[in-house]
């Protein structure tokens, strides 16, 4: 297979994962979202959504390990390809390692908490016993602006808040 036609599935599935990072910005969540494809077909599905379920681990790489490995019934995800529109966590890189997803293809790189080779590289660490073949900037973009767009709302938002806060004092 070709690289263009490599390039093209993995838009395909960029595209999936920007729907489920829509969803998340439905919510007023940061808009990240993930998609896990095994043969060809999206297993698994998720979205940011802390502050809606009110914990830390409502990752959307998190919520797609869960489904696919229910969907596939294993832990272990070692024919499938993630596909997330920032740059994963330290706790997200470590979920795709312990699963073994062997690909990871990524929309936009996080300099202040990536762990895909921004900050840290744990998907690709050699001392681990298994490590993730990554993709970047697939759909680049696309997700960097939705991400750019909604922390730009959210700072409006904080502002005409703060100034409702003082006029009501």
């Avoid at 007023?28 to 998720?46: N, Q, S, T």
Wanted: with cysteine.
């Amino acid at each position: 297979m070709g690289t263009g036609i490599t390039m093209n599935i993995h838009e395909k599935y960029m595209k999936e994962a920007l729907k489920e990072a829509k969803k998340a910005y439905a919510l007023g969540e940061v808009p990240i979202g993930c998609v896990i494809v095994h043969e060809g077909k999206v297993i698994g599905r998720g979205y940011n959504r802390r502050n809606t379920d009110k914990s830390a681990l409502a990752h959307a790489e998190i919520t797609a390990i869960k489904k696919a490995s229910k969907k596939i019934g294993d832990w272990r995800l070692e024919e499938c390809t993630l596909y997330v529109t920032l740059e994963p966590c330290q706790m997200c890189s470590g979920a795709i390692v312990q699963a073994r997803i062997p690909d990871v293809v990524m929309g936009s790189m996080n300099p202040k908490a990536g762990c895909g080779g921004s900050i840290l590289n744990i998907l690709e660490t050699p001392q681990f016993n298994h490590q993730a073949a990554v993709t970047r900037g697939v759909l680049e973009k696309e997700c960097s602006d939705m991400l750019t767009a909604f922390f730009k709302e959210l700072r409006v938002r904080n502002r005409e808040e703060k100034l409702m806060r003082r006029c009501e004092s």
